[in-house]
């Protein structure tokens, strides 16, 4: 059971830059394709970036292509999600999460493919 926890969360202005960092508990994590997902008041969950379990291959929402990278350290257990150029639209609670599946060679986009949910960390965007 990968059991993550977010942080790195806080506040920016526009055009600055932040870095989430997601430690999890658990000996399976590096045989799970990990996620980062965000949700701003009164929306819904939605994706962000998605990393394979190996880190060989990584996923991102069209919003985020190019401003974001997400990777991960297998041995300190940890996800990281640099995030540059940050717009007032990114602002949400940012949660990271583990892919059900171990050692899928698919990189799942929606929520439901994800279990082990983080408590989040808040990302405010000011302009």
């Known amino acids: 059971q990968v059991q993550p926890v977010e942080s790195g969360g806080g506040l920016v202005q526009a055009g600055g830059s932040l870095r989430l960092s997601c430690a999890a508990s658990?000996?399976?994590?590096?045989?799970?394709?990990m996620g980062w997902f965000r949700q701003a008041p009164g929306k819904e969950r939605e994706f962000v970036a998605a990393?394979?379990?190996?880190?060989?291959?990584?996923k991102y929402a069209d919003s985020v292509k190019g401003r974001f990278a997400i990777s991960r350290d297998n041995v300190k257990k940890t996800v990281y999600l640099q995030m540059n150029s940050l717009k007032p639209e990114d602002t949400a609670a940012y949660y990271c999460?583990?892919?059900?599946?171990?050692?899928?060679?698919?990189?799942?986009?929606?929520?439901?493919?994800?279990?082990?949910w983080g408590q989040g960390t808040q990302v405010t965007v000011s302009s």
């Open positions: 999460a583990a892919d059900r599946v171990q050692f899928t060679g698919v990189i799942g986009t929606d929520v439901a493919n994800f279990g082990s």
């Open positions: 658990g000996r399976t994590f590096s045989s799970h394709g």
């Open positions: 990393i394979s379990w190996s880190g060989g291959r990584t």
